[in-house]
């Protein structure tokens, strides 16, 4: 025997089903705040357009929506079958009707083309000439940064001026890419063969703030690895960075232990600052800069440092050191978490010595990838540039921090750190993932590694 239907019972459970499953979706999605790659807090004024527009056409498509189901709803109940009613009227168009729901699309489409449209054109606009330009060149799997108007190269990691227009120049050196850093705004991919280009502005009510960036186009094994970081500072802290990154690192051949890296809270002081001045060539045929103390006005000060700089662990510098972003800025969701991989290890206790990992980074197949400006040897292009590594906060395209640990076993076997990438194996006796080889003759020691993690380290 059929049941007979219950459609107010049925009504009932699905508005039940929908009230537990959709309202607290809905709630949680309201709280942008929580969610440090949200695209609903723009900071930018290209943010702000994507935004304005998302909002407008959700207004609109929300009241297109509760209009025709409200006709529906109407519809369903006033002409439902009932129990005895005669059959209905068969009727064949309806001239009005059908010119109404021509008419209306028509007009709602209006509302939304021309707002859209606006956008795009201003959105694909050039960038006004006084613009900071960087060139964006996306590799499998980091991403390389270019400021052709201070001579600066760096990777991974893109310093922005607060207030100043952002012109980008969006490049692959391989695979299609794209560029995205959620909360300042835009997503554009990187085409072979092609430049594209992306501009905004950092909002001038931003105080100094680190922000994280991916790639969103599928660009092989590691492509949820390929991430970076921008750091938005105030400008004369950026002009203080970009001369310090032209110049050549700054090395000093001091011990490293392996030892956590200390978290001080933040001085409100503001501390002497470090910047790079060259000084002559040294014995071994290599640029050797040292130190130079200027005060918190950026105006050098009448006495040389008494002390070496010391060496930092964990890639988590203060302002002072090489003018790299304060880490009292950094936000949890800025430092990587990325577990090592399993029987992965390190000689316990090896403490690097950094001139000694200078001369043997210097003769080792490193520096057939990578170019670091002071070092001759070192003039690589196919990785990124390890001018000022040392000031860096994390490696591997912001996969792990950028400490001894890590960098350690980075060295060691990149290719078991992070799937398919292009650097070699190099610890002796390591299992090449990729190629199944072990690497014998050639390979590095322990203690070689930890010499040149230690010099790299020193690279301010």
């Known amino acids: ?239 203080r960075w970009a001369t310090h990154q032209a110049g050549p690192a700054v090395f000093n051949a001091t011990a490293v232990a392996p030892t956590p890296p200390p978290v001080a809270p933040a001085s409100p002081a503001a501390p002497p600052r470090r910047t790079a001045a060259r000084s002559p060539t040294g014995s071994d045929g290599l640029v050797h800069p040292v130190a130079a103390v200027v005060d918190a006005s950026g105006q050098p000060s009448a006495a040389p440092p008494t002390e070496p700089p010391t060496i930092v662990q964990g890639g988590i510098q203060s302002a002072s050191d090489g003018d790299v972003f304060p880490r009292d800025s950094l936000r949890p969701y800025n430092i990587p978490a990325t577990p090592t991989p399993d029987g992965l290890t390190f000689t316990a206790g090896l403490v690097g010595d950094a001139s000694r990992g200078q001369k043997v980074y210097s003769i080792s197949a490193c520096i057939g990838c990578h170019t670091i400006k002071g070092n001759p040897s070192s003039v690589g292009i196919t990785g990124p540039n390890l001018t000022h590594i040392g000031s860096r906060f994390t490696i591997a395209a912001g996969l792990y921090p950028n400490d001894t640990e890590h960098l350690r076993l980075w060295i060691k076997n990149a290719r078991r750190m992070k799937p398919g990438v292009l650097m070699l194996t190099l610890g002796l006796n390591q299992t090449d993932p990729q190629t199944g080889a072990t690497v014998t003759a050639g390979g590095l020691t322990d203690q070689q590694i930890a010499d040149i993690a230690a010099y790299l380290q020193a690279l301010k």
């Open 1 to 239: 025997m059929p049941l007979a239907p219950r459609p107010r019972r049925t009504a009932a459970v699905a508005l039940t089903v929908a009230a537990v499953l959709v309202i607290p979706l809905a709630l949680a999605a309201c709280d942008a705040k929580s969610y440090p790659n949200s695209t609903f807090l723009p900071h930018t004024e290209f943010g702000q357009a994507i935004d304005d527009l998302w909002n407008l056409l959700l207004r609109i498509g929300t009241a297109v929506f509760i209009f025709v189901e409200g006709l529906l709803v109407i519809t369903i109940i006033k002409y439902r079958r009932r129990p005895g009613a005669a059959p209905p009227r068969h009727v064949h168009g309806n001239t009005t009707l059908e010119i109404l729901w021509t008419v209306i699309p028509a007009v709602i489409l209006v509302f939304i083309a021309v707002p859209t449209v606006k956008t795009i054109f201003k959105t694909e606009a050039k960038a006004s000439a006084d613009a900071l330009q960087v060139e964006v060149y996306g590799h499998q799997w980091w991403w390389e940064f270019r400021y052709p108007q201070y001579g600066v190269t760096t990777a991974n990691e893109l310093y922005l001026p607060i207030g100043r227009k952002v012109n980008f120049a969006l490049r692959t050196q391989d695979v299609l890419h794209s560029f995205w850093i959620p909360q300042l705004g835009g997503k554009r991919d990187l085409i072979s063969n092609h430049t594209n280009y992306l501009w905004f502005t950092p909002d001038s009510s931003m105080s100094t703030s680190a922000w994280n960036g991916t790639c969103n186009e599928y660009c092989g094994a590691s492509h949820a690895n390929m991430r970076f970081r921008v750091f938005v500072v105030p400008g004369a802290d950026f002009a």
